[in-house]
């Protein structure tokens, strides 16, 4: 039976407090929730009371203490959830929330965001992270920052991080060529830091694969690649180097554990509260490291304010029990360095790339696929020819008329379990499952 995907709407339990959700499920031992106790943040549900997510869009103000994100609004005026497509090949839900403080204002008075979660079998999201930069007042002066990602552990009350990390190294971060840093508990910061003061070799990396270390569960992650198109960033203000500013949390002093989120209606705060002696007792989420578009280090640091509409995209995820991560690098070069596609064409057909039945019109970052426009027959054919593997390659077929696809590849049909398609009007979308890393001939007809 192939693998599938399914999205709903439920009511959820998480720590003893029940409210509306949207969980995205796909037979792995982890999902994804979206919930109104958490104000709707894209999180990964683990099991046994151990959620992971990989943040939102936040600023800070030089003016104040306050920060201006999401889960602030713990009255929910402006975060909402909907499910914009649920099928057997994938899932897309929007997240779109303000980015206000305690008092519910809003920073430069409309700054906003809108998160799309594309999600397959493999259990894989392509996060999808849209901001607009508010212009309606200057609310909170010229920012600190604009961060975009976070490696957050969140436990619900009766799970302890201490006790469901594996120690003594929790976090471990990859650059996609066999390199790997394991960050040890403690954190080894005393404050708030730059990651490449204790690891400057982060600077030459191509992809940072980072995951957090649990015992007996799936390990989650985020995988960035280093590319401007995909992932926009200001290079690092301290080492000079060119990769995004990585702030490495604090470890000596607080542990970095804190009870301001999720699962509490809690609004007498400035900027975070550290869960101290209610560790294991109340909801609490564990920061290891966070990612930034810019950030501010020194009073010589020019923060630009991104563009509206300036995009961010991001793998989010887990993997199975005691992987060491090597299979994240070959996810996120797959990723980033999609396959040449040649389409075979009709006989009489001019060999022309702009013009003809069958179009390539890219690969979509956002959606992690190849995308294709025809007319006439449902009929495909394609060779797809990899740079590198390609790991469960997906392709969008735009004008597909038939209810069903059938699949050959390099000569042999594949069984209906051997793959997982759905059809959206006349969007067909394939799921093809495997590693490829040869030339290959595929042809979807009906």
Excluded at 255 to 267: A, L, Q, R
Excluded at 372 to 388: C, L, Q, S, Y
């Amino acid at each position: 039976m192939a693998e599938t995907v399914r999205a709903y709407e439920t009511q959820l339990e998480f720590s003893g407090k029940s409210g509306h959700a949207v969980v995205v499920e796909f037979g792995k031992p982890w999902r994804f929730v979206f919930w109104d106790k958490a104000q709707y943040v894209g999180c990964v549900d683990l099991g046994e009371g151990v959620w992971f997510t990989s943040e939102w869009c936040e600023t800070n103000s030089p003016n104040d203490l306050h920060c201006y994100e999401p889960i602030m609004d713990k009255q929910l005026r402006w975060s909402r959830v909907q499910i914009l497509e649920s099928g057997p090949a994938r899932a897309r839900v929007k997240w779109s929330y303000a980015l206000c403080d305690m008092r519910y204002r809003i920073f430069h008075g409309n700054t906003r965001a809108e998160e799309i979660y594309t999600i397959y079998p493999d259990g894989v999201a392509v996060r999808e992270v849209v901001l607009w930069p508010g212009t309606e007042s200057n609310h909170g002066g010229n920012a600190n920052l604009w961060q975009m990602a976070e490696w957050i552990l969140v436990n619900a009350a009766g799970s302890n991080p201490l006790d469901v990390l594996r120690m003594p190294e929790p976090f471990t971060l990859r650059n996609g060529c066999g390199e790997q840093i394991n960050v040890p508990w403690p954190l080894p910061a005393s404050d708030f830091e730059p990651f490449c003061d204790y690891y400057p070799q982060v600077k030459d990396w191509p992809v940072y694969a980072g995951k957090v270390n649990l015992k007996n569960q799936p390990n989650p992650f985020i995988v960035i690649v280093k590319n401007q198109a995909i992932f926009p960033f200001i290079p690092c203000p301290v080492c000079k180097g060119n990769h995004p500013y990585f702030n490495l949390f604090p470890g000596k002093n607080l542990y970095n554990v804190y009870k301001h989120w999720p699962v509490t209606d809690m609004e007498d705060f400035i900027q975070w509260v550290p869960a101290g002696d209610e560790i294991g007792k109340v909801a609490t989420h564990t920061s290891f490291v966070d990612v930034n578009y810019a950030l501010r280090r020194s009073p010589d640091d020019y923060i630009p304010t991104p563009d509206q509409g300036t995009t961010w995209h991001l793998l989010v995820g887990a993997t199975g029990v005691d992987t060491d991560g090597t299979e994240l690098e070959e996810l996120a070069h797959s990723y980033s360095q999609p396959a040449r596609i040649e389409i075979q064409r009709d006989p009489g057909e001019p060999d022309d790339l702009h013009r003809g039945r069958v179009l390539l019109e890219g690969y979509e970052y956002p959606l992690r696929a190849y995308t294709f426009r025809k007319t006439g027959e449902d009929r495909v054919e394609i060779t797809m020819i990899p740079t590198a593997p390609q790991i469960n390659p997906v392709f969008l077929i735009n004008g597909w008329t038939s209810a069903r696809v059938r699949i050959v590849v390099d000569g042999q049909e594949l069984s209906e379990d051997a793959f997982t398609a759905q059809i959206s009007g006349h969007d067909l979308t394939v799921w093809l499952p495997g590693r490829f890393t040869k030339e290959t001939q595929i042809r979807f007809f009906v």
